[in-house]
Each structure stands twice: as C-alpha cells, then as structure tokens.
C-alpha cells in the first residue's frame, strides 16, 4: 500500500501495488471473493484489522490504499477503524468518489486513496483534519509513493525510474508492470520499490490489477512465502482463482 503505478495500455488499464509493512504483521490471505454492503469484490485481505488495500468490484471499478496524505503524520492510536475497513466502504459504494466526499472520517488515520470508476481516475487524499480529491487523467501514467515512507527527493527519484521505465516499455503489459514493481531502484534497498529496512519494514508482496472491457485479472505476489496467485473476475461477478 506504499508504492502505486496508474498506467493505460493496449492491454488495458494497469493498476500495480506494494505493499511496504512493518515484517511482525501477519501476512495477508491471498485474493479472493467477498460481498460488502450487497456488492462482490475482489481482494487480498489483511489478516491484522480484516480490511485490504488493493480491490476490483464486479463493475470493474479498482482502487487502492496508500499510508498518509500530502506529508509525513505522526501516527496517534486508538483511531475508531482501520483505514483498510474505511477503503471497502468507500470502494463497495455504488459512486465511491462521491462516497469519500460525504463519509464521516474523524478519528481515521491520514490516507491516500486511487479511485478508477466509470472509466475517471480520481485522487483522494484525507489527513486527519481536511479531505482533498483531484481528477486526474486518465489517459496518462502515474506513480505515488506513501508520504509516511518516502521524502521529496525519493519520491523525485522514484518518478524519474517511472519515466525512464515508460520510455523503455511503450506498450507495456500487466508483468512488464510486475517487474517494475519488483525490480526498479539504484540498489539503495530502503528506497528501491521492493524495499528492505532492515528487516523490520519491507515489501512483503506486489498485487496488479489489469482492467479489461469485460474482465479484470489480479495477481498477487506474495514476498515472503514466494507465491503467485492469479484470480480473474468477470464484470457478471464470476470469479476463478489459481494458485501456482
């Protein structure tokens, strides 16, 4: 939930993320199907507070969670809820922009969301005090690092190995993305996008959602006990899971 990339392709929409975490937290259950507030999502569930921070609806919608705002918070519990609870109300919500807009958020640790429905990529961002959402475009890239994670001059860094990346993939595919998202960095391992800090925070898996016009495919990584899972969705609700 540390490190996002938004990117349009000939194959479909990429949605790519990793999940930076502090390694005594329990590693999440693998993608599957769950139902919130009447609606059938697609996720990896956290196995500490029970929400996610990545999910896909049956009408194709996709968001994902990102730690903190605009800058870094010092973190303040007991907070009423987990932010991952907070993002399935919001994703399972028949507009989920509009849904931020008008959800009550006092007492929820500062975060970012991304929000593809209908087709508009929406940036959303609350910080404990004041909620802010932009529209961005949605036929462009785009890259976002957690503020709780990663200063101005990495966050700088990561969108030149963004760029460069672009360059060198014009027509990239869903595990051109993966391996973006495993393997891009200067060899700094606290700041590379599959990082390591010591042991004691580090990417514990990459998940990427491809969009298609009917369907949507996530793949779900997992870092630690190095294995792959594919779980593919039909926007009529029909789900199929493979683990390799």
Same mark, same amino acid.
Request: hydrophobic share 25%; net charge positive; proline share 12%.
């Given at each position: 939930m540390c490190t996002v990339t938004f990117v349009p392709s000939k194959e479909g929409v990429l949605i790519t993320s990793n999940r930076d975490e502090k390694s005594w937290r329990k590693q999440a259950f693998?993608?599957?199907f769950y139902t919130h507030n009447d609606v059938s999502l697609v996720y990896p569930k956290d196995a500490d507070a029970g929400g996610t921070w990545i999910a896909v609806k049956e009408n194709g919608d996709a968001a994902v969670l990102l730690n903190g705002a605009l800058e870094k918070h010092i973190s303040s519990p007991?907070?009423?809820?987990?932010? +991952?609870i907070v993002f399935l109300e919001i994703i399972s919500a028949a507009n989920p922009t509009e849904h931020f807009s008008t959800i009550s958020l006092e007492g929820i640790e500062p975060f970012t969301m991304i929000i593809f429905s209908n087709n508009e990529l929406h940036e959303v961002r609350w910080n404990s005090i004041k909620k802010f959402a932009s529209q961005l475009n949605e036929?462009?890239?785009?890259?976002?690092?957690s503020a709780?994670?990663?200063d101005a001059l990495t966050v700088k860094k990561r969108e030149a190995w963004f760029s460069k990346w672009q360059i060198n993939n014009l027509?990239?595919?869903?595990?051109?993305?993966l391996t973006f998202h495993q393997f891009a960095g200067d060899g700094d391992s606290k700041n590379d996008?599959?990082?390591?800090? +010591? +042991?004691v925070m580090l990417t514990v898996s990459v998940t990427g959602i491809l969009l298609k016009k009917n369907k949507a495919i996530m793949q779900y990584i997992d870092l630690k006990n190095n294995t792959t899972h594919e779980t593919e969705v039909s926007f009529d609700g029909h789900l199929q899971a493979t683990l390799n």
């Open positions: 693998p993608p599957t007991p907070y009423k809820k987990s932010r +991952g036929n462009k890239a785009h890259i976002w690092s709780t994670l990663y027509n990239p595919t869903a595990a051109d993305a996008l599959h990082m390591n800090r +010591g +042991g």
